[in-house]
């Protein structure tokens, strides 16, 4: 989630929709997803939160953090359910494609597509790994 748009809107939407939600989120701007944090709690003040700054564009770094594990969510075991948003993405630079880099496009489509595969592999080994509840139901979206 992010401190604007659709990222914001779904996790306010979500904290005032479950009474016991709790937040991962990831952001590469660290005040920002704490604005994002102070506006989302407003809506549910039980909620509890771990933010996390990540640039989903840097794949390597993204590939050796532990954000979406047991070790960073302690307390999995007694959440009844898993949800991953995925939310972020970018355009791109906008110019006639003979006027762009490779070089340029890439770090977009780590952002758009690779951190997807990352994140969505990461999670799902999360899901499995959870020992006292295996059957927890986890959605992607």
Do not use: W
Not at 84 to 93: E, K, S, V, W
Not at 94 to 107: F, G, K, N, Q, T
């Amino acid at each position: 989630s992010h401190s604007k748009g659709y990222g914001l809107h779904i996790c306010e939407n979500l904290a005032k929709s479950f009474q016991n939600i709790d937040f991962v989120l990831l952001s590469r701007d660290l005040e920002k997803m704490k604005t994002a944090k102070q506006s989302i709690h407003s809506f549910n003040p039980k909620s509890s939160f771990k933010l996390f700054k990540c640039d989903l564009s840097d794949i390597e770094s993204l590939e050796k953090s532990d954000f979406i594990s047991k070790k960073s969510i302690t307390n999995i075991n007694e959440y009844s359910r898993l949800i991953l948003i995925h939310n972020a993405g970018t355009l791109g630079p906008l110019a006639p494609i003979e006027e762009i880099s490779s070089s340029r496009v890439i770090p977009d489509i780590h952002t758009n597509i690779t951190s997807l595969f990352s994140l969505n592999s990461k999670f799902i080994s999360l899901c499995k790994e959870i020992n006292n509840n295996p059957h927890i139901p986890h959605l992607i979206i």
